[in-house]
């Protein structure tokens, strides 16, 4: 079943699936679909796996769920589960490209999958009920179902400075980083951006430059990491015990087998509270969200405390007061931007060549052959490197040049904003599905969980299309206008929309202003999911196209 039919006409090869990238999503939909016995082709434009870990190679990347909990579970495979070890608490983005190799090695994905094949178009034809896909290099097949796998960060962002092509020097967006590296040691260094990226990047480009500029907009509440070397005993106790921790996972909102206690912050003195900020702050990355209180999302009264607990935290750690000041997150609460996990971000202003840029009041003004400009004056540089982040959740999507039903693009679809039926889906495109889209908890868990849910979900549908006569899932119109009103209710219930993030897509110019990731939590999702399955599927039309 796997062998790849050829059309009737012409050299378009056809498939019963095309998946669009190899990353985590990709690799894992195609080992299902081939379960279903389906011909599958996953195209991706990178030159191996590994998606995300292919592209983002800047000195530091690494995980920050923990590496054990950052992988396939044993749904893929046990012995695969079994045989791979992580060597760090969070590992290195090196570690986690080839852990992604050898899982594509073990299930032999490589022959099902083409290499530096970028799809630039994929449009459904109503009167074949078939997608037919276009790469660069202007090859064309086509399939039944269509299933994007293309991330959540993917399309890099850099602001449009003036100036960019007039820098005499090496400039790099962190996203599209060169794979045979960037020597750093001995130059005058500019970082632009403190995201999760640039906190990975800044300790390590400190040790390397001889002068570091890192120009900040927004101060983020960086979360103490406490990165480190995994102990045989703790890995071999991990393994013995995870079917239960893999099942816990998946019962939990952010995919991860912590204990999360039912508890607001405000239900406790003081010295309590304090007391169990300080615990979980000793634990390290996000225990600190997920084992304190519940309603630091919810309430800002709450979510008050946790914020001047980490504002005293930055201070105790920069030893210089002003440039700690300007380090600490005034504008915002806790977590209404995306936390970056720190290992020595902060300690690296307190080394003699990094300096802070306060790029929020005096802004970029161009980019000028010798560094960048700001209304301080010239900061001259070799290198600069943009940490400016990603058109995410959409940006993907939108590249491919996807046209569903009459013609529509899902880009003049989505133009108020997505609109999907559960974040997997959308009317007007039968047949298609996006692993971690738009209104889904993606980008809001620990992904690997996630995406296995999504991809799940989207083969069990395929193989019940498949088994009850019909050959076309489509979202209904009412069942996408109630997921919509749904995920708009429960957003408006956080904090989330109130703060200027990529999660509201506030990063990109002219983007629509909205929530993009679900925030009602993996488990509750899952919940409606499986239901949704249970019941026949009844927010998508199943139709036959042809009589069989
Ligand atoms: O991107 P970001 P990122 N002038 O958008 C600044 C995931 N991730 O690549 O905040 C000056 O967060 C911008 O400033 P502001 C993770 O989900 C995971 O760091 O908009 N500055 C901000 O500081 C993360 O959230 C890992 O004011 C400008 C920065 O650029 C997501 O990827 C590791 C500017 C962009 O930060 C994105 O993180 C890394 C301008 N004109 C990332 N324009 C893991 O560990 C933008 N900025 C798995």
């Not at 992604?100 to 034809?125: H, W």
């Not at 400016?388 to 940006?395: E, I, K």
Request: charged content about 20%.
């Amino acid at each position: 079943m796997r062998a790849v039919r050829q059309a009737g006409s012409g050299h378009r090869p056809e498939f019963d699936a095309i998946v669009v990238g190899a990353g985590f999503s990709g690799l894992y939909m195609l080992h299902l679909l081939r379960k279903l016995g389906l011909s599958v082709k996953v195209y991706e434009q990178g030159g191996g796996v590994g998606g995300t870990w292919y592209w983002n190679r800047y000195p530091g990347a690494r995980c920050d769920c923990e590496s054990v909990y950052y992988m396939f579970s044993d749904h893929l495979s046990k012995e695969i589960l079994g045989e791979w070890t992580w060597t760090e608490r969070y590992a290195s983005q090196p570690e986690i490209l080839r852990y992604l190799e050898f899982v594509a090695d073990k299930m032999g994905s490589r022959p099902d999958i083409q290499f530096n094949a970028r799809v630039t178009a994929a449009c459904y034809d109503a009167t074949r009920n078939r997608w037919d896909i276009s790469l660069e290099d202007g090859a064309t097949s086509s399939s039944r179902f269509l299933i994007t796998a293309v991330g959540c960060l993917s399309t890099t962002s850099t602001p449009a400075f003036p100036g960019i092509d007039t820098f005499a020097g090496e400039c790099y967006h962190t996203g599209a980083w060169p794979h045979e590296g960037v020597d750093l040691s001995g130059k005058r260094v500019a970082v632009i951006g403190t995201g999760s990226t640039a906190v990975q990047l800044v300790p390590e480009a400190a040790r390397d430059a001889s002068d570091l500029w890192v120009f900040q907009r927004t101060p983020n509440y960086d979360l103490a990491g406490r990165n480190g070397p995994l102990s045989p005993e703790y890995t071999t106790r991990v393994k013995a015990d995870y079917p239960a921790l893999w099942e816990k996972a998946r019962q939990t909102d952010f995919g991860l087998p912590y204990e999360v206690a039912k508890r607001s912050a405000l239900s406790f003195p003081p010295e309590d509270r304090q007391r169990i900020y300080e615990a979980a702050w000793a634990k390290g990355g996000f225990h600190m969200f997920l084992e304190t209180f519940t309603d630091l999302l919810l309430d800002k009264q709450s979510n008050d405390t946790a914020s001047r607990f980490l504002r005293d935290k930055i201070r105790e750690k920069v030893q210089d007061p002003a440039v700690a000041e300007l380090l600490t997150p005034k504008d915002h609460p806790f977590l209404t931007k995306r936390p970056p996990l720190e290992n020595g971000y902060y300690e690296a202003f307190n080394r003699d060549n990094v300096s802070l840029v306060d790029a929020r009041r005096s802004p970029i003004e161009k980019i000028t052959p010798r560094g960048i400009r700001t209304s301080d004056g010239e900061y001259q540089a070799d290198v600069i490197i943009f940490a400016t982040g990603f058109d995410a959740m959409t940006g993907s999507l939108f590249r491919m040049g996807i046209t569903g039903r009459n013609g529509q693009s899902l880009q003049a679809k989505w133009a108020g904003g997505p609109q999907t039926y559960l974040g997997m889906t959308t009317s007007g495109f039968p047949n298609m599905f996006v692993i971690c889209g738009p209104q889904s908890p993606s980008v809001l868990s620990n992904m690997p969980v996630t995406i296995e849910q999504n991809a799940e979900w989207i083969a069990e549908l395929i193989r019940y299309v498949r088994e009850h006569d019909a050959d076309t899932a489509e979202a209904t119109e009412d069942a996408e206008r109630d997921w919509v009103a749904h995920h708009n209710e429960i957003a408006a219930a956080t904090l989330l929309p109130g703060t200027d993030s990529w999660w509201v897509g506030a990063n990109i110019a002219g983007k629509p202003r909205t929530l993009y990731p679900y925030t009602g939590g993996l488990s509750t999702f899952r919940g409606i999911c499986n239901q949704a399955a249970e019941h026949g599927y009844p927010g998508l039309a199943l139709t036959r196209h042809t009589p069989h």
